[in-house]
Structure formats: C-alpha cells, structure tokens
C-alpha cells in the first residue's frame, strides 16, 4: 500500500509516516526506487504490525477521562496510572509512551472512588463573593425571597419560590442579603456534630434556613456539606444558636433535632448549644505502623487520622478490618 493508505490505517499524518520510515520503524519495498514510481509502497503486514504496537487495546487518558465523568480530567488519569491505580497497555512508538487504560474492575472502582471523593465535599462559600450556599436574598422592590443554590463564579445562581434561576451576577444589582456572610472564627472545639437531612425539593425548606443559621452564627469555615443519595449531610465544630428573647424557633430547631446523627442538643433559654458527643484519646503508633496505616489511608483518599478512626469504629461493630 502507499503512504496515505497506510496513515489512513494508523490514524497517523502522512508526516508522522515519513518519521516512521526514517526511524525504520516502516520499511518500503521500493525504499531506493520511490522517487522513479513517485511514491512509497509499504507492505501491508508492516502497517498491520504497526498498528498493533499503535492501538494495544482500551481507553486512551482522554476516553477514560469522558468515561469517568464529572470533571475527571486526563491528567488525573496518568496520575492513577503512575500510582498503578490502573491497569494499562503501553504503546511506544518513537519512544513516546501511549497509555491504553484497560476496561477492567479497576476501572470501575476508579471511577466509583472519583465519583465519591467528587460528590463527598461540596464548596460551600466563596470569600471573594463574599456569598455562601444556599443563603437568602430579597428583591429591592418586590421583596421576593431567592436562595443561592450554586456558587460557581461563572454558572452560579439563585432560585426563587417558582424555580426560576436568578444569574448570581444580578444580586448585588437587584437584592439584598437576608444573612450577612460570616468567615467565623476558627474552632477549635473538639469532635463534630452531624446532620443528615432528605434533600429538599423548595427554596423555603427548613433545612437550608437551619444551615443558613449555622452559617450565620458559626461561621462559614466551620461546617462542610456532603451530597450524597439524595440527603444533605452537613458537618460542624459544636456550636451555638442564639434567638433573640421570646423568639424561638422551636419547629427549626425540632426538624434539627430529627436530622442529628451524632452529637447532642444542650437547651440554655433561647441558646442552644449542639454538643460533640466525641471523646479524645491519645494513641502512639510505632513508625512502621504509623507508615503501613498512612498508605493505606492514601489509597482511599483520607487522612491517616480518619483512616484509623474508620477502622476503630469497624472493630467496634464487629466486621472484618483489612
């Protein structure tokens, strides 16, 4: 076959195919006649050898990138690959590897382990906005109540009680906050309190009002938001809700109280303190533990602290620790 058939076939440019014979990699019958006939003639199980080499079979860092989804990028890909996350055929060619990734379990338990650590912790202010998730504003003029839902600088925005989506671009012009953002002090309280609330279907719900609140009075940097499964957990340093004299919430805080998986409600008149119900230990590991359990923390994406924390609580329940 002649050159253009063969880059055809390879998927190449009739450039790269020049390279490939300079390099002898393709090797032409009329090698030192091509000039007379005014072409290469290449044979045919060459090219097919070749794109063997060239195609080993899978994915290239791009498809598998497409296949993960949900922002998974190529580069992230050869990070796996070069931590051995993923099973690979290599092409190298022109020494030049080319990553094939094969479509195996490992895959799949990327792609479900990205997904989770994607969806795991959701950005839930921006200090340069100075605006946070799921705060209200009201219409200068109507009065309309709106609720941020997405903070993203290009695409964020809030909805209102119909569902229409007001650009986050046109708040500053046209509404006002209903609650001033607050940085918060760092706390430094020990343990966490946790909520788990069903994803609500309304701007008006009182699960984004109780958040709104924490953020409020805590501050923004003390709390993260997990969506998974439809639920809304949100997680916090302990801390205190304070209502003016004579007006509590009491619905906000029993929907708060319904939703608390871990931690407790201390009542002091109109202050509410939600509690830690975590305990402190000390534990010493020697070096070469402390090393076995940082691996292993790494390979699922969590710190060594959380790792054996996990583990503890297996033990705890009786299932088998690995």
Request: contains cysteine.
């Amino acid at each position: 076959m002649n050159a253009k058939a063969a880059a055809e076939i390879l998927n190449v440019s009739l450039t790269t195919i020049s390279t490939y014979i300079k390099e002898g990699i393709l090797i032409p019958d009329n090698m030192d006649s091509w000039h007379i006939e005014g072409e290469y003639i290449i044979p045919d199980e060459q090219v097919s050898e070749l794109k063997e080499k060239l195609y080993p079979g899978g994915l290239t860092t791009k498809q598998t990138s497409e296949y993960v989804g949900n922002g998974c990028k190529p580069y992230q890909i050869l990070t796996a690959i070069n931590k051995g996350e993923l099973s690979v055929k290599v092409s190298n060619v022109l020494s030049k590897p080319v990553y094939y990734v094969q479509e195996d379990e490992r895959l799949q338990q990327f792609k479900e382990k990205f997904l989770s650590k994607k969806n795991k912790s959701k950005k839930h202010f921006d200090s340069q906005q100075r605006i946070f998730l799921y705060q209200s504003y009201r219409n200068k003029q109507s009065g309309e109540m709106v609720r941020v839902m997405s903070i993203d600088k290009e695409e964020g925005y809030a909805l209102n009680a119909m569902g229409e989506r007001i650009p986050l671009t046109q708040l500053p012009l046209n509404y006002e906050p209903l609650t001033t953002y607050n940085i918060g002090k760092l706390n430094n309280r020990i343990g966490e309190v946790t909520f788990s609330f069903i994803l609500p279907s309304h701007v008006r719900a009182l699960t984004y009002t109780f958040i709104e609140r924490i953020a409020e009075q805590s501050g923004v940097r003390n709390y993260s938001i997990e969506e998974t499964d439809q639920k809304l957990i949100v997680k916090c340093k302990p801390f205190l809700i304070r209502f003016d004299e004579g007006s509590v919430d009491h619905e906000l805080l029993e929907h708060a109280k319904r939703s608390l998986i871990s931690g407790k409600l201390q009542e002091r008149k109109e202050d509410f303190f939600f509690a830690s119900t975590d305990r402190k230990v000390s534990l010493v590991l020697d070096e070469e533990l402390f090393a076995s359990m940082e691996e292993k923390a790494k390979f699922e994406g969590i710190d060594v602290e959380n790792y054996i924390q996990e583990k503890l609580k297996q033990i705890s329940k009786g299932d088998q620790v690995g």
